[in-house]
């Protein structure tokens, strides 16, 4: 099983950027998938986007796409996701989370979870 510890989240204001990191450890970093999925305040935790072990397979869900971007450092054994243009609905906690392979990442079958950082945006 990989460990994995979310960083960067913060307050920012609309149309603002924050970039989160995720460092890995406990396993081979290219023996996963990684992904982000976020929970909002009152709701339920819904998928954000998901990158492949080598990084050739990209998802993002539709409320995201164009926004964010997802990508991985497989040498520093880190993931990270770029927001642009942050909008409140937003707002939320992410939490980084490892899988066997990106497709079932996307659709919430995973091996790992991070602990949360959380990400405001004010309007």
């Known amino acids: 099983q990989v460990q994995l510890v979310e960083s960067g989240g913060g307050l920012v204001q609309a149309g603002g950027s924050l970039r989160l990191s995720c460092a890995a450890s406990?396993?081979?970093?290219?023996?996963?998938?990684m992904g982000w999925f976020r929970q909002p305040p009152g709701k339920e935790q819904e998928f954000v986007a998901a990158?492949?072990?080598?990084?050739?397979?990209?998802y993002y869900a539709d409320s995201v796409k164009g926004r964010f971007t997802i990508s991985r450092d497989n040498a520093k054994n880190m993931a990270f996701l770029q927001m642009n243009n942050l909008k409140p609905e937003d707002g939320a906690v992410y939490y980084c989370?490892?899988?066997?392979?990106?497709?079932?990442?996307?659709?919430?079958?995973?091996?790992?979870w991070g602990q949360g950082t959380q990400v405001t945006v004010s309007s």
């Open positions: 989370a490892a899988g066997t392979d990106s497709y079932r990442l996307r659709r919430g079958v995973t091996d790992s």
């Open positions: 406990g396993r081979t970093f290219t023996n996963v998938a």
């Open positions: 990158i492949s072990r080598v990084g050739d397979w990209i």
